[in-house]
């Protein structure tokens, strides 16, 4: 496969929590890494290592989304969580892959992680953003 460019953060994926979206912002920072990795034909415990990074830091976003989610009694958050594993399993795979052979990072692979991650946000993240908006508007409504 052909070089891949950066994707940059945009509006669109905006789920209205300032919190969220940044972390989003970071993990397709991290994902444009790995692009620029790639590109310099790095050594392979540099790309391990950047994959490693990665996954620790999905681990982290995805349970900070979570929290959020359990604490406003989304509905959906059991299906949610169980999507985000299954990235992070990947991930797990990848590193794995890595160490073994630093080609195994390739444009397809990452172009996939952040195709998951694109349609993951455009799908299930935005479900629940008229959710919290009800549940936000109720609340203030009550005060």
Same mark, same amino acid.
């Not at 950066?6 to 940044?22: K, R, T």
């Not at 195709?115 to 008229?130: A, G, Q």
């Given at each position: ?82 999507? #985000? ?34 349609? #993951? ?23």
């Amino acid at each position: 496969m052909d070089k891949i460019e950066a994707f940059e953060w945009n509006e669109e994926l905006s789920v209205d929590i300032p919190e969220i979206d940044e972390l989003q912002k970071k993990m397709f920072a991290l994902l444009n890494v790995l692009i620029d990795l790639k590109d310099n034909n790095k050594d392979g415990k540099e790309c391990s290592n950047m994959v490693a990074e990665l996954n620790e830091y999905s681990r982290y976003f995805f349970s900070k989304e979570e929290e959020y989610l359990r604490k406003c009694g989304y509905p959906e958050i059991d299906y949610h969580a169980k999507e #985000h594993r299954k990235f992070i399993k990947n991930t797990v795979s990848l590193r794995r892959l890595v160490t073994e052979d630093k080609d195994n990072l390739n444009y397809e692979v990452i172009e996939q992680l952040r195709d998951w991650l694109v349609e #993951h946000i455009m799908t299930s993240d935005l479900l629940y953003v008229p959710f919290l908006r009800t549940t936000n508007y109720i609340k203030d409504c009550k005060k």
